[in-house]
């Protein structure tokens, strides 16, 4: 055995790769100083107060033991990211000084080159000399694109027929959810970050658990750099429960709201209309009751009066052939939330009409109602 294990040795150590293999770790020239969640501009610790290793491939052996992210994190950082959207000042400030700020960050993430080329090596195993010339790099060049995008994200002007003037406008979109795998754990940063910040939105990103430290490190620059709190959140964790968390937050409320609109819109006759509303059954009961507020809500009257949101049916035969399918939806079981007959004495007007625990095979989900009926469906 002695001889066998001498025979090899001496065989590996011919060759420089198995030599550096066994010669003792280069420590990095870089601490670890952040390994909590960033959430609001703040790094927090967890709600359940978990940590959870990363590693160093050389070795095996930990780095650093990172905050652990779940659902309740996950709604902390996109409750302070739609804060950060509605109330505070990022989508709103004129778009070159949201380049000045990204140009700031570019600026600090060059300044700090070697620390983040140190940090991607030790929590990934690539060459160090890849992150520090090339990658770190290339963050930093992306980061000046996207910045330089800031200001010259515009719309157009749409020739028109007659004495209109037609254009369009690109604004920002709310808060964005974003999930970064471990292979090119800044490149990837960048590609997610950089986009979103420029056109004025608001983040939530989850780094891989392999990979969460330079994520951290490149997230405080930006905040040096001016980034204001809560525009920019970073949630560590693992896919089966930050990620999934990320990847299926919903708004409700907004949800709703598009849902209602796709629907009532014209009173029902539309060819496209939204009549069939699929909702997942994690939010289906919350869905319903919002949608039957939200159409209790609606206001139905003379289409001549301001204000007025919904207005009668086109004739006595579209509004029997509406009533007529209501009464389908009762009588096969479907629950009726709210409406479901006319409004007033006179006129062709509908209750807005909202029915749950609607199945496929009942007659209001297979035929088009061309009228103010939703059925939601639970999948």
């Known amino acids: 055995m002695g001889c066998g294990n001498g025979y090899l040795g001496g065989r590996l150590s011919k060759y420089s790769t198995a030599a550096a293999i066994e010669q003792e770790p280069i420590k990095p020239s870089v601490q670890v100083e952040h390994t909590q969640l960033l959430i609001d501009g703040k790094f927090v610790d967890v709600a359940s107060g978990k940590t959870f290793p990363t590693l160093d491939p050389r070795t095996g052996e930990v780095i650093a033991h990172v905050a652990e992210g779940h659902a309740e994190d996950v709604d902390r950082a ?95 979109i709310g808060v964005a959810g974003q999930i970064i795998p471990w292979n090119f754990p800044l490149l990837m940063f960048v590609w997610k ?35 204001p709190p809560g525009v920019l959140n970073i949630v560590s964790g693992f896919g089966p429960t930050a990620g999934v968390a990320l990847a299926s937050h919903m708004d409700v409320d907004k949800a709703v709201e598009l849902a209602h609109f796709a629907l009532f819109f014209n009173q029902g006759p539309c060819c496209c209309a939204g009549s069939r509303t699929f909702v997942h059954e994690r939010v289906y009961d919350e869905f319903v009751e919002k949608a039957k507020a939200r159409a209790l809500k609606r206001i139905v009257g003379d289409p001549f009066k301001a204000g007025i949101e919904q207005c009668p049916q086109i004739d006595s035969d579209q509004f029997e052939k509406i009533l007529r399918y209501i009464k389908s939806g009762v009588q096969n079981g479907a629950t009726l939330e709210t409406g479901g007959d006319r409004l007033g004495s006179k006129g062709f007007y509908i209750q807005p009409t909202v029915f749950s625990n609607v199945q496929d095979n009942m007659l209001i989900a297979k035929e088009e109602i061309f009228g103010p009926m939703q059925s939601i469906l639970k999948f």
């Not at 420029?198 to 750099?225: D, F, M, R, W």
Request: glycine share 6%.
């Open 193 to 227: 970050v950089g986009p979103a910040l420029a056109c004025g939105n608001s983040i939530v990103l989850k780094t891989a658990e392999q990979t969460p430290l330079s994520a951290l490190y490149a997230a405080k620059l930006l905040h040096e750099a001016g980034l």
């Open 78 to 172: 996109v409750a302070a990211a739609r804060k950060a959207f509605d109330q505070g000042p990022w989508p709103k400030m004129p778009a070159y000084e949201r380049q000045r700020i990204l140009l700031r960050a570019a600026d600090l993430l060059e300044k700090h080159n070697d620390e983040l080329a140190a940090l991607e090596t030790w929590d990934n195993g690539k060459p160090y000399e890849q992150s520090a010339q090339i990658e770190i790099p290339m963050l930093v060049r992306l980061f000046r694109y996207y910045a330089g995008w800031a200001d010259k994200i515009h719309g157009l002007t749409v020739p028109a027929d007659g004495p209109h003037h037609v254009q369009t406008l690109h604004e920002p």
